[in-house]
């Protein structure tokens, strides 16, 4: 049976379209994607069912997917960071938050300013207002990242939180090799360490790092410059 869209779906566009045959997603999880745009909870915490999702699939579908299908197909949202994982508490219940698709978009490299260039400026409280909010973006997204492999930090800790993304993503990766051959009692403390100190720097480090990750389009998130 053919599936016709339910064209009450909010939130969905064409550029989601082009998204998803731009980074190849199957039919399973884009359709989950618009089942979570429909739910309207976009850029907060939500707890959905998946099995939810599949019974509104065997209505407007006919049949619905199989367990392995769906795992499979929420997997690959996280993958395309369509969505962040914060808490899987069985396979078909989790935490999450779903991401606009303006999250999604490259980023640009913001051009470095000078501070002196905000001294003569005719608004500068507008300038900070917008740097906060950044920041604060900035802040919820990492710690977000570290929640997803079960690290917890405060929104206080900005020496650890307040960081590029890369450097987060760098600081996670060398927590994982060191896992492989080591216990981490303190896995919070460790991961200051790892940023204050730049682990990744370290000869042995790097070099595990580019056996593990050379030859994948992941090492350009972690080292953007070699782009």
Not at 13 to 33: A, D, F, G, M, V
Not at 67 to 89: G, H, I, M
Not at 108 to 129: A, C, H, I, W
């Given at each position: ?137 900035l802040i919820t997204d990492n710690k977000l ?83």
């Open positions: 049976m053919t599936y016709n869209r339910n064209k009450s779906i909010t939130h969905w566009t064409y550029k989601h379209e082009e998204y998803c045959l731009k980074n190849q997603i199957p039919r399973s999880s884009q359709l989950l994607w618009e089942w979570l745009l429909k739910t309207g909870k976009i850029n907060t915490e939500s707890e959905p069912d998946l099995k939810d999702f599949n019974n509104w699939i065997r209505k407007h579908r006919g049949k619905s997917y199989c367990r392995n299908t769906l795992k499979s197909a929420f997997n690959k949202l996280v993958e395309c960071r369509v969505v962040n994982l914060v808490k899987q508490y069985t396979w078909n219940i989790v935490k999450i938050v779903t991401r606009p698709l303006e999250y999604l978009k490259p980023k640009r490299k913001l051009q470095k300013r000078n501070v002196f260039d905000t001294l003569g400026s005719s608004n500068p409280s507008k300038y900070d207002s917008r740097y906060s909010q950044q920041q604060h973006i990242l570290f929640s997803q492999y079960g690290i917890s930090f405060n929104d206080t800790e900005t020496k650890v939180l307040d960081r590029p993304r890369n450097e987060v993503l760098l600081s996670i990766v060398c927590y994982q090799i060191r896992l492989e051959t080591s216990e981490i009692r303190n896995p919070q403390g460790w991961i200051k360490r790892c940023l204050e100190g730049r682990y990744w720097d370290e000869p042995s480090m790097f070099n595990q790092i580019i056996a593990k990750y050379g030859n994948t389009p992941f090492i350009y998130e972690l080292m953007p410059d070699t782009q």
